[in-house]
Each structure stands twice: as C-alpha cells, then as structure tokens.
C-alpha cells in the first residue's frame, strides 16, 4: 500500500475532526523554546481509548510511526517527530477530561490529555492538594508529567511526578489496551508495570488515562525571599531550613541576580521584593496547617545572625506569594532571550551542589575565558538548570566541546545530564555517556519486548537495536 493511502485510512478511521494535515500542523512540529522542529504526515487528535487502540491497530498493520504528544511543554524534543523518521503525531489535546476527584481516597482520575491545572484547581475545590507543579502547569498534561517524570518545585516535600501515579491506562504498540488504572495503595503482586510507562517518554505505549494521587491541602503557605550574600555557604541554609522548617518544608529555590533583574525588566507586574542586590537569592516554601510565620520568621533571624541571609522578605498577602512564584517562572523564558546558549538539566547529590556549580563555572571559563554561566532551580533536590552562553561567533565545534566538557564535570559527581526533563532527542545520544552498557542493553531489551516492529516514538530514550563494539 502506498503511504498516500495509508494516510488516508488514517484520516477516515479518524474521521473530518480526528486530523490536522498541513500549514494546520505547526503548533506540534516545533517546541516551546523552538530548539528541535520536525516534519509529520498528519496529526491525529483521537478522542476515546477506542481510537487510539484502532489507530495504533491500524499503524501497527501499515508500519506507521507516531509520535505522541500531549501539552508539546517537553524540553528535550521528546514530543516533535524527527524528519528523518516519517511520523504521525498523536496528540492528546482532545482527551483533556477530568474523570473523577475522590476526597476521601485522595486520588483524581483524568484523561492523559487532561492539563495539569485543571487537576490543581479540582484539587483545591475539595480541599486537597495535586503536587506536581512547575511554570508549564497551564499548558502540560498528566500525560505528558507521567511520561517524562517531571519534578517541578514541590519535589522536595511530595517526590517527583513517579511518586503521585496510582495507576495507569495504557494502549500498548500492537492496539491491545491495559486497564492497570487502579488507585490501591498497596498492591504487592508482582512487577509494578506502571513505572516503565512513568519516564518512558512515550516509547513502551500511549497513556490514556491516569489515577493520580492527592494530599491534604495546607491551610498555611508562606515563602520567604532572601538574598545571599555568600553562595559556599549556601548548603547550611538548607540545613538550617530543614531543620527549623521540618516537613512544612516544600520549595527551595535558587535565583541568580542577573536573572532575577531579567525577569523584572521583562514583566513590568513584578515586583522587586527587596532591595539589598545580591548575587544570588533563594526562595524558601513553607507549608502545614499550623501557622507557619513564626518558623520562617526564626528562620530569618538565625540565617541573618550567622551570615547566610543579608536581607530578606516574607510574602504577607496571596498577590506577594504570587509575585515570588511568577518572578521564578519567568526564569527560563527569560533566558532563552539572552541568544544561542547550551542548557543542562542537572542533579547531583545535595551536598555537592554548590562545589559542582564551582567546578561548572571555572571549567566553562577554562575552556573560554569570559563565558557566562547562569545557574538557577531545586536546590533541594539537587537539581540545577545551567546555561552557558558561549562568546558571539563560537562554532559548532567551540559549542560541542562545551557541551561534552560540562557533561564530564556532571558525570564526575555522579550526576545525571537529565535530571526532571527526560531524554528525547536532544540527549538520546549523550546519554550514552552516562550509564553503563548493561543499562542501555536492559533498556533496549524492554523497548524491543513492548515494541518489536520499532512504532512509538523513534529516535526518543533509548536506541533499541544499540551497535555493537
Ligand atoms: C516554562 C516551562 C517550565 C518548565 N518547568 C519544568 C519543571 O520545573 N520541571 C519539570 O520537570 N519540567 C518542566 N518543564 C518541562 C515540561 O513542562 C514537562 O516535561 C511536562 O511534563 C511535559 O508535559 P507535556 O504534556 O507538555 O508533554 P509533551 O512535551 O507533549 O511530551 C513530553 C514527552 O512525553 C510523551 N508523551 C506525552 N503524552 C503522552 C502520553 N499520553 N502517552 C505517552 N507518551 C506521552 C511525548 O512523546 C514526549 O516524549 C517546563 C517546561 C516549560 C515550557
């Protein structure tokens, strides 16, 4: 059959609102800080578990490739068809419904194509709290957070997207469906299937729906912004959080000066918290259902009394919480407009994190004097997003030999190049530095055993036919 008419099977199983072909097809072939672009033979909108298992059918039985896609806020490239793999996108924008909220069971029940918003603000109607969270909350979907195991800010008290999924619906490559969308909190029976689809980025099936879990929401949330006069001595503020905070500890956040002064000059609603500038400043999250003032307030004072904080503020009011939170999330738009740069999603273990950023810092200056490096986010899991911007007019080569140089430093503290973004495309090949070859073979092995004829998202993850030495 030719690839005219397969299509065409495609488009008439999906029926006149189940496609976008053409010019209609540019919002999914490009990412948000348009770094990777792509070509695609069709977007399939499927509307139903029904469809896409059909669809999935139907490919199988074509050798149709598809890619799928939910909220396209990935930024690694995993959702945008690559040209040399003629692909179907498959977007789930149109399975976008909540299912169900259960208070009692502290668990919601959405479709994959469901927008992590919609969840948060069902979750705070019955006063319960949906965790994930991060600056792409309007426009990324459940399915999207599970498939790459996003983090986000409220990592550090309520664990990684991994930790809120109770069960999963997934449509396997070969169209079979599997209900595994249980919400038991205890299920010893055997292999725990769903954490392969969990970062699975889209390679072992099509997640349709997803039981997630809730937390009691917190009558009491505060954050404190403060400046930092001394960044080596950033680990004991952290300890010191911890230990004054305790558990009502959530978010602790790094922010260096020169973006915090990007953010403000690029949305005039800002404002500057405080007015002591500073290098580097950190936002500290607390949350409980005591009042958790006076925590922040003694926390305050003893960082100020030892040195670690030269000046800072407490958010008084909902519209201040908000000003904190949307000068961080302003953050990597802002960079993306400083011009070219190399980006790396970072995690190391805590305690190294500074002398890392150290050894980040002076290897980019020894590779080329003059660099700039910027270094901001979850300080409290260890996980740093680094740009550095190499001098106007670097060639390729200058840049490649950046990349793999600060890759070194990240794999010499035992870190990860990916650390809450995923693989996709952008790192499918570095990550072979990274992990051993039984890793890359295990993983091979599992993506062959779900997807033997090679469908879902190719050149995504992981090669599975890796070449041998
Ligand atoms: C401004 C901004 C801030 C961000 N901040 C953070 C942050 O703090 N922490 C963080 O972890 N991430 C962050 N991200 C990255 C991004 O939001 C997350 O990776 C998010 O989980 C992607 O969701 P999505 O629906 O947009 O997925 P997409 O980008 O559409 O897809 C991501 C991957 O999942 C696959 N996929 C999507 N849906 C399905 C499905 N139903 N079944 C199977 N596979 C699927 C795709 O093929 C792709 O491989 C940020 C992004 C932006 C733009």
Same mark, same amino acid.
């Given at each position: 059959m030719s690839l005219i008419a397969a299509i065409d099977d495609v488009k008439s199983l999906l029926g006149p609102r189940g496609w976008l072909a053409g010019e209609d097809m540019a919002p999914h072939l490009t990412d948000f800080f348009r770094r990777t672009d792509g070509t695609a033979m069709?977007? +399939?909108?499927?509307?139903?578990?029904?469809e896409i298992s059909e669809l999935l059918r139907l490919c199988a039985r074509l050798g149709l490739k598809i890619v799928p896609q939910g909220g396209n806020t990935g930024l690694c490239g995993g959702a945008i068809p690559r040209a040399e793999e003629p692909s179907i996108v498959l977007s789930m924008k149109r399975m976008n419904?909540?299912?169900?909220?259960?208070?009692?069971?502290?668990?919601?029940? +959405?479709?994959?194509?469901?927008?992590?918003?919609?969840?948060h603000e069902a979750a705070a109607g019955v006063n319960r709290l949906f965790a994930p969270d991060w600056g792409a909350r309007g426009t990324a979907t459940v399915g999207g957070a599970i498939s790459t195991n996003a983090g986000g800010i409220n990592v550090l008290r309520y664990g990684n997207t991994r930790e809120q999924v109770l069960g999963l619906e997934v449509v396997l490559p070969d169209g079979r469906v599997w209900d595994g969308l249980r919400s038991l909190r205890k299920d010893s029976?055997?292999?725990?299937?769903?954490? /392969?689809?969990?970062?699975?980025?889209?390679? *072992?099936?099509?997640?349709?729906?997803?039981?997630?879990? /809730?937390?009691?929401?917190?009558?009491?949330?505060q954050t404190l912004f403060g400046a930092?006069?001394? *960044?080596?001595?950033?680990?004991? /503020?952290?300890?010191?959080?911890?230990?004054? /905070?305790?558990?009502?500890?959530?978010?602790?956040?790094?922010?260096?000066?020169?973006?915090?002064?990007?953010?403000?000059?690029?949305?005039?609603?800002?404002?500057?918290?405080?007015?002591?500038?500073?290098?580097?400043?950190?936002?500290?999250?607390a949350s409980g259902n005591a009042d958790i003032t006076?925590?922040?307030?003694?926390?305050f004072a003893t960082a100020f009394d030892q040195g670690l904080l030269s000046d800072a503020a407490l958010a008084?009011?909902?519209?201040?919480?908000?000003?904190?939170?949307?000068?961080?999330?302003?953050?990597?738009?802002?960079?993306?407009?400083?011009?070219?740069?190399?980006?790396?999603?970072?995690?190391?273990?805590i305690d190294r994190i500074i002398p890392f950023l150290r050894d980040v810092e002076a290897t980019a200056d020894s590779i080329q004097s003059g660099t700039a490096t910027y270094a901001?986010?979850?300080?409290?899991?260890?996980?740093?997003?680094?740009?550095?911007?190499?001098?106007?007019?670097?060639?390729?080569a200058g840049f490649a030999a950046m990349e793999s140089a600060i890759d070194r430093v990240i794999w010499s503290y035992r870190g990860s190049i990916c650390a809450e973004h995923g693989v996709g495309q952008l790192n499918y090949t570095r990550i072979l530095g990274q992990k051993p070859a039984i890793e890359l073979e295990m993983m091979a092995k599992i993506r062959k055993l779900f997807d033997p004829q090679g469908i879902l998202n190719p050149g995504k993850l992981v090669d599975p036919a890796p070449k041998q030495d």
């Open positions: 069709l977007v +399939a909108r499927p509307d139903g578990v029904e419904r909540l299912l169900s909220i259960d208070p009692v069971c502290y668990a919601v029940t +959405a479709e994959a194509g469901c927008i992590m918003q919609t969840i029976s055997g292999y725990d299937l769903k954490h /392969l689809f969990i970062g699975g980025e889209g390679t *072992l099936g099509i997640i349709t729906k997803a039981v997630m879990r /809730l937390h009691p929401r917190p009558s009491h949330v930092v006069p001394d *960044l080596d001595r950033l680990m004991e /503020l952290f300890v010191e959080a911890r230990n004054i /905070l305790a558990e009502s500890l959530s978010a602790f956040e790094l922010i260096p000066g020169s973006t915090f002064e990007m953010a403000l000059a690029q949305n005039a609603t800002l404002r500057r918290p405080i007015e002591t500038k500073q290098d580097w400043y950190v936002l500290i999250r006076a925590r922040l307030e003694e926390l008084q009011s909902a519209a201040q919480e908000d000003n904190l939170w949307t000068i961080r999330d302003e953050i990597p738009a802002g960079m993306v407009l400083q011009g070219k740069m190399l980006k790396w999603d970072a995690s190391v273990p901001f986010g979850h300080i409290g899991d260890g996980n740093l997003h680094l740009s550095i911007f190499p001098r106007p007019g670097t060639d390729a």
